[in-house]
């Protein structure tokens, strides 16, 4: 069974950070919105700065 994602040029890692950060952004009160755009920076973020680099 497929998995949705989230952020598609992401690693299954980085999707699940993406859920996780989500539901820790969810569970101190933010809307769902901001929960998904927050988890979506971080993760891209981090993929942006770990051996995804394109000068590396």
Known sequence: MPRKQHLP????KE???????KQSEL???RSTKRAKAIAAATVVKHHNTRRHARNK
């Open 9 to 12: 040029s992401v690693s299954d």
């Open 15 to 21: 999707q699940r950070m993406y859920e996780h950060i």
């Open 27 to 29: 569970k101190q009160g």
